[in-house]
């Protein structure tokens, strides 16, 4: 398993080393381990210690809400901690290279190398290359063949797993399937390894054992004539694996102290997942497939996750996720009792799988209580003939009738999202949609010409487990060909439309379907600098194709159509469904024939229930009364709750004054929502806390002398228990000293008293030099570029004081409001003629700051 306990842990060494660093790269809080309700940084080296990775950037990964699953499953067995890491941006790879540094944890700021496990998410084909930068920077050899007792084992899971061949010889074992009950019992079974201390062979035979764990190197894939030819099993007893199942869904009690992000992510929001599986049967749709049977939480155990989620993060908006979420059983309850519970606590509601037909405009009605979130639907294909062949279920009539109710509604703007490249596609079919979006934005009526429709368009996929696995997919010019076709096609005012980019989708395709000799593929474009492929200005398909030249490898073939006989690379993992209901689906697809939903008529005979242990499960009660009842807010007398202002106190050290200026701002609001103080909001469409902040700190600077003014509907008790309550829900670095009634009056001109510290290289002579020169000069002018615009101004008359000795220097700065302010970094800069770098990573202390000539500080 891991290299001898015993040995010393440089984790505190390498962590400082970093943090003097991170002022160089973009976002530096997202390597900081400061999220709100992360479990201790502890590393117990006699516990079964996981690090959960997932391959793409924090404000991706932040988001992915398998990952949270795991990591509070995780860390609540005895004897089990997991923390997490992330793929780092390109700028923090460059750092950490450079600096010879290895990838580390967040909570503990432990070396990858030191956990026990690491635990890859396969969320998707385009991180591929990040798997390879993640096990590299952690000092793991790539291949599992070549890791023996001294590295962590490596094990993956997610939607992927149902064809992780073109990765599957980097992980020791896959999990393949729902993770809540199978994470469990691969704990126990690593626990007792890890103290019988198992080898690695043995390891790997005991995980073999639990349900849903596919361990890659008891499989070899076969070949003949340069083609896939199938699976070989190595291992008696061993043929295939079947996929892990959860019979039914928790009460999500160990997801109701979420994560809360530092930095913002994709989804910054509570996310409830409400039910999983869908009974619509898309059959594009991989995860409609290998998320069966449909498992609904009751309607109780969302409304206490959500009050208690709320209480726990401090989000102000909270998101209902399944595949569909307009199927739950009873949806209309449902929103109506959490939006009279947090509309008060102006806490919006979004639903971001909404299928056309199910979003009521009794629903509408009720999320626009708080603010509009976002509202899309996805007819997914323009004609009525190929929604009948993608088994889509909804009608134009349908799409209408939901836009027309938007827009009646007050909604400006609706999304869509399309596909192209779908089997049996026509030329036809695309102008449909053109034809689809325009009568849509008609229903406004006579408002059309203020309300816009975007349009969203991607290159379909054939995925493994899906009716149309074996189909071929629209080749890169042809893809292309679709976008401009829709470009010319579309009005210019009213319509936006946006695509994924066909590239990206080329190689997705290439690797939705691929085998194991992409292995050498994704190797070989990452050795290459292949990086964060799914982010549009890292991709390369240049780059992919020179890589696939090299191994002899023709990505082409991959997008074609296969035979149904044909030996498929992922047909030794079992998704639960039959092959014969997807080759019945086919079937019923070219003949354009509709297969009803499940939920409401009957088995349609997929093969994964047994009616038994695994069954679908509904939930159609009403939530409690007392939910329903609770009165919408209503607003205080004259529109306007009362004014009461108070001036929070606090300084900013280390870790946090890594923390961005608007990251700081939602840190602060929310830990000011977890406190429970009755804070006032803006009107209009989109309120939010009546919160101002002092002079904005830039990253990397430290201060004794900050503060924020706080509107409240009520008056609060300004003592030490607010303080402590406050300190309570501010991570490190960030500390409440004092909370006072706010001034009535801002003041017009401050200064900033700074004490900066030099590096040790600075030419002291040199630089007093340069200040002397400055203080003698009655004007100093400063020439910034911003926008491709220059300004010039006199920056002299800015500085108060500034004196040099011992190694640091006192520098004192005049702000005025609204005119241009110069900052201590300009100053190392153009007048000490420090480099860039230096002037980034000196350390910089705000020591006091007040009114000019009043002598007061804050």
């Not at 988001?63 to 949270?68: D, F, I, K, R, V």
């Not at 779908?422 to 036809?428: F, I, K, M």
Request: net charge neutral.
């Amino acid at each position: 398993m891991t290299p001898d306990s015993s040995a010393p842990l440089s984790a505190a060494a390498a962590r400082a080393a970093l943090q003097a660093r991170l002022p160089l790269v973009r976002k530096p809080a997202q390597y900081l381990g400061l999220e709100h309700n992360a479990v201790s940084g502890e590393f117990r080296p006699h516990d079964l210690n996981f690090c959960l990775l997932f391959p793409d950037i924090y404000e991706i990964g932040m988001s992915h809400q398998g990952l949270q699953i795991l990591y509070h499953i995780l860390n609540s067995q005895p004897g089990v901690t997991a923390h997490r890491s992330y793929a780092p941006d390109t700028d923090m790879e460059a750092l950490l290279r450079e600096q010879k540094l290895p990838l580390c944890s967040l909570e503990a700021g432990m070396p990858l190398a030191r956990y026990d496990v690491l635990g890859i998410t396969l969320p998707y084909e385009l991180c591929f290359t990040n798997i390879l930068t993640v096990l590299d920077l952690a000092g793991l050899p790539l291949r599992a063949r070549d890791r023996d007792e001294g590295y962590p084992l490596v094990l993956g899971g997610g939607s992927c797993a149902f064809n992780p061949e073109p990765v599957a010889d980097f992980f020791d074992a896959i999990l393949v399937g729902d993770a809540e009950e199978a994470v469990v019992r691969i704990a126990e079974v690593l626990r007792t390894a890890k103290a019988e201390k198992t080898d690695r062979d043995g390891v790997l035979a005991r995980l073999a054992t639990v349900t849903g764990v596919y361990v890659p190197a008891f499989f070899a894939p076969r070949y003949e004539n340069g083609r896939f030819a199938g699976m070989k099993p190595l291992r008696a007893g061993y043929t295939r694996v079947r996929r892990a199942i959860l019979p039914e869904l928790d009460d999500g009690g160990n997801q109701c102290r979420p994560l809360v992000p530092v930095v913002g992510t994709v989804h910054d929001r509570l996310a409830m997942e409400i039910a999983r599986g869908c009974t619509r049967g898309c059959r594009f749709c991989q995860a409609g497939i290998i998320y069966r049977p449909v498992r609904e939480r009751s309607v109780a155990q969302i409304l206490d996750w959500a009050d208690r989620g709320i209480a726990a993060s401090g989000f102000e908006e909270m998101a209902l996720l399944s595949l569909s979420t307009g199927d739950y059983s009873c949806l209309d309850e449902l929103v109506l009792a959490l939006m009279n519970r947090f509309a008060r606590k102006r806490v919006s509601l979004s639903m971001p799988s909404m299928r056309v037909g199910t979003i009521t405009p009794a629903i509408m009605e009720q999320i626009r209580r708080v603010r509009k979130t976002g509202f899309t639907v996805a007819p997914e294909a323009g004609s009525e003939r190929l929604r009948r062949v993608i088994n889509k279920g909804i009608t134009e009539a349908d799409l209408l009738a939901t836009c027309k109710n938007a827009f009646s509604l007050g909604w400006k703007l609706v999304k869509c999202y399309f596909m192209t490249g779908l089997p049996t596609e026509t030329e036809a079919d695309v102008e449909a949609i053109v034809e689809l979006v325009r009568a849509a934005r008609n229903q406004a009526g006579a408002a059309w010409k203020s309300v816009q429709i975007n349009l969203g368009v991607g290159t379909f996929v054939p995925k493994a487990c899906t009716a149309f696995q074996w189909e071929g997919q629209l080749g890169l010019e042809a893809a292309q060909e679709r976008i401009h076709l829709l470009k010319r096609l579309l009005p210019a005012r009213g319509y936006h439309l946006k695509w994924h980019d066909p590239r990206q989708s080329y190689l997705e395709g290439v690797f939705a379907r691929g085998d194991r000799r992409l292995s050498l593929l994704v190797e070989a474009a990452w050795q290459r600098g292949a990086r964060l492929d799914s982010w549009g200005e890292q991709f390369n398909l240049a780059l992919w194709q020179e890589a696939a030249a090299d191994c002899g490898l023709n990505p082409d073939d991959y997008l074609r159509p296969r035979c149904l006989d044909e030996a498929l690379p992922w047909e030794h993992l079992d998704c639960g469904v039959s092959r014969d209901f997807l080759l019945r689906e086919r079937e019923r697809a070219f003949s354009g024939i509709y297969t009803p939903d499940c939920r409401t008529h009957g088995c349609q005979g997929c093969g994964i229930c047994d009616f038994r242990t695994i069954k679908p499960t509904l939930h159609r009660e009403a939530p409690e009364q007392s939910a329903q009842s609770l009165p919408a807010e209503a607003p205080a007398e004259g529109g306007q709750p009362p004014r009461c202002c108070y001036r929070v106190r606090y300084s900013r050290r280390p870790p946090s004054h890594l923390l961005g200026h608007l990251e700081l701002l939602v840190l602060v609001f929310r830990a000011l929502r977890r406190a429970g103080l009755p804070i006032a909001y803006t009107q209009g469409f989109n309120p939010s806390p009546r919160v101002s902040f002092s002079q904005a700190l830039p990253v990397g600077m430290e201060s004794l002398a900050e503060y924020f003014d706080m509107e409240l509907t009520r008056p609060v008790m300004a003592d030490a228990a607010l303080v402590e309550a406050l300190n309570r829900e501010l991570p490190p670095g960030l500390v409440v000293s004092r909370v006072t009634p706010a001034p009535k009056k801002q003041a017009g001109a401050v200064r900033n008293l700074y004490e900066i510290d030099l590096p040790e290289h600075a030419d002291a002579a040199a630089l007093a030099a340069k200040v002397e020169a400055f203080r003698a000069a009655e004007r100093f002018p400063l020439t910034r570029f911003r926008k491709g615009k220059s300004a010039t101004f006199d920056i002299r008359p800015l500085v108060a004081s500034l004196e040099v000795g011992a190694g640091k220097i006192r520098l004192a700065l005049i702000q005025e409001q609204g005119r241009p302010g110069v900052s201590p970094r300009e100053v190392l800069e153009q007048v000490c003629a420090l480099a860039h770098e230096d002037a980034l990573c000196a350390r910089i202390v705000r020591l006091e700051s007040g009114d000019v000539g009043s002598g007061l500080s804050n």
